[in-house]
C-alpha cells in the first residue's frame, strides 16, 4: 500500500493528522451536547461557536450566516430546495448543464413541485457564457445556481462576473463552492454569492461535515426541523468533532493556499505536458486556463475509461473516470455531453486530481504507466 499513488483529490481526501488531532477531544472527553446547559454541554457549544467563527472568516462572512450540514450535498439540497419553498414553488431558476449531480437532480424535483428551470449550456471547454445567464433571467427568476468549479474536468466559472449581474438584478446566487477551498478564493463577498456551498472532506478535512453560507436576509425554509440548532434552518445534534474538523480543515487549507496552488499547478502541467508527448492523440478536457490547479483531464479515443482505471489500479494508481458520485454506472458523463464530446468518445475520459502527497517523482511513474495502460486497450 506504501507504493500506491493516490490521484483522486476531487473525490476525498485523506484527513489530516492536525485536523483529527483537532477534533479528538470531542469524540471521547468533551463528548457532551451542544444543547446541554451544564458545563460540557456549555463547553461544546462555545467549541462550535468558535469553529463558525473560524469558518465565517475564511468566507469573508458573518458568524450567523453560517449553517452546518452533512455533506456538500445536503448544502445544495438546503439552498435550492429552501429558498424554492420560500417562494411557494413559483417562479424561475437558473442553472448549468455541468454541475454536480446534486444540484441537477434537485432542480429537477423542483420542476415537478412547478418551478420554472432553465439549464444553460456550456462552451467546449465546460465554462459558462455570461451573456447566456443574462439572457435567460426572467421576471421571476428567483434564484441563479452555477457551481465555482467543475468536479470533473476542473473548468473554474466566471462566478464573479455573473454574481455582480444577478445580485444588481435582485435575485439570489448560490454557488457550489465544494472543489474550491485550497484553491481558490472563497470571499463571498468577492465572488458576489448570497449562498455557498462547502464540504470538509474535500478539502483534509472529516467526511460528513457539509457547510452553507446563507446571506442575511436570503429568503430560506429549513428542509430539517426539530431542535431548532443551526439558527433553526438544519435541527439535529450538532456533529462536533466533525464541525471542529472542517473550521481546522478550511483555515489550515486557506492559509496554504497561495502557496500550494502554485505548487500543484506546476505539477498539473508537467504532467499535462507529459501525457500529450507520450499519447500525442490524447485530447484534454476542460478549460487551459481557467481550471483548478490540482486537475488534469483527458479522454482517450476508442477505449473504456472504467477500465484504463481498474488497469491503472492494478499498477498502483488511484485515478478516477469522472465523478465519483456517480461510479458504478456504464452512461458517460454529462459534463462531456454538455462540452459537445459524443457519447462514445466521452466513455474514454480519465480525471487526475492531485493533492497534498503529490510530488514529482509520483507523476514521473505514472505517466509511462498510464501511456503503455492506453497502448494496451487501444490494441
Excluded at 443574462?134 to 464573479?160: C, H, W
Excluded at 477551498?181 to 472529516?206: C, E, I, Q, R, W
Excluded at 466513455?347 to 511513474?365: D, F, N, V
Aim: net charge positive; glycine share 10%.
Amino acid at each position: 500500500m506504501k507504493k500506491r499513488v493516490y490521484l483522486d483529490h476531487a473525490a476525498t481526501t485523506p484527513l489530516d493528522r492536525a485536523v483529527f488531532s483537532a477534533m479528538r477531544p470531542y469524540f471521547s472527553e468533551e463528548f457532551a451536547n451542544p444543547s446541554s446547559i451544564h458545563g460540557r454541554g456549555l463547553a461544546a457549544k462555545k467549541a462550535v461557536a468558535e469553529a463558525r467563527k473560524k469558518i465565517a472568516s475564511a468566507v469573508g462572512c458573518n458568524a450567523d450566516e453560517i449553517i452546518f450540514t452533512s455533506s456538500g450535498t445536503e448544502s445544495n439540497n438546503l439552498a435550492l430546495v429552501g429558498i424554492a419553498e420560500a417562494h411557494a414553488y413559483q417562479g424561475h431558476i437558473i442553472t448549468s448543464a455541468v454541475e454536480h449531480a446534486s444540484i441537477l437532480e434537485t432542480v429537477a424535483h423542483l420542476k415537478r413541485r412547478g418551478v420554472s428551470t432553465t439549464i444553460v449550456g456550456v462552451d467546449a471547454y465546460g465554462r459558462v457564457n455570461v451573456d447566456d445567464v443574462k439572457a435567460a433571467i426572467r421576471p421571476d427568476t428567483f434564484l441563479v445556481s452555477i457551481m465555482y468549479a467543475n468536479n470533473e474536468i476542473g473548468t473554474v466559472q466566471p462566478i464573479a462576473k455573473i454574481g455582480g449581474f444577478v445580485q444588481k438584478r435582485g435575485i439570489a446566487i448560490h454557488t457550489d463552492a465544494v472543489q474550491a477551498p485550497g484553491l481558490l478564493p472563497l470571499s463571498a463577498s468577492k465572488l458576489h454569492v448570497d449562498m455557498l456551498s462547502l464540504s470538509a472532506h474535500k478539502f483534509y478535512g472529516p467526511k460528513g461535515a457539509g457547510i452553507l453560507y446563507v446571506k442575511r436576509g436570503t429568503a430560506m425554509v429549513p428542509q430539517v426541523r426539530g431542535g431548532g440548532q443551526e439558527h433553526g434552518m438544519r435541527s439535529g445534534t450538532e456533529n462536533v468533532p466533525g464541525i471542529i474538523g472542517a473550521a481546522e480543515a478550511l483555515g489550515r487549507a486557506e492559509r496554504n493556499r497561495p502557496k500550494e496552488s502554485r505548487r500543484l499547478a506546476k505539477l498539473r502541467d508537467w504532467l499535462m505536458a507529459e501525457i500529450q508527448s507520450r499519447i500525442p492523440h490524447a485530447q484534454r478536457t476542460g478549460h487551459p486556463a481557467e481550471r483548478l490547479a490540482n486537475s488534469a483531464s483527458f479522454r482517450f479515443p476508442g477505449i473504456s475509461g472504467e477500465h484504463l482505471v481498474m488497469r491503472l489500479s492494478e499498477r498502483g494508481f488511484e485515478c478516477s473516470s469522472g465523478s465519483a458520485c456517480s461510479t458504478g454506472g456504464v452512461e458517460p458523463s454529462h459534463v462531456l455531453l454538455a462540452c459537445g464530446i459524443s457519447k462514445n468518445d466521452a466513455q474514454g475520459s480519465l480525471r487526475i486530481t492531485l493533492g497534498a502527497s503529490t510530488r514529482l517523482l509520483h507523476l514521473k511513474r505514472f505517466a509511462p504507466a498510464l501511456a503503455e495502460e492506453v497502448k494496451k486497450l487501444q490494441k
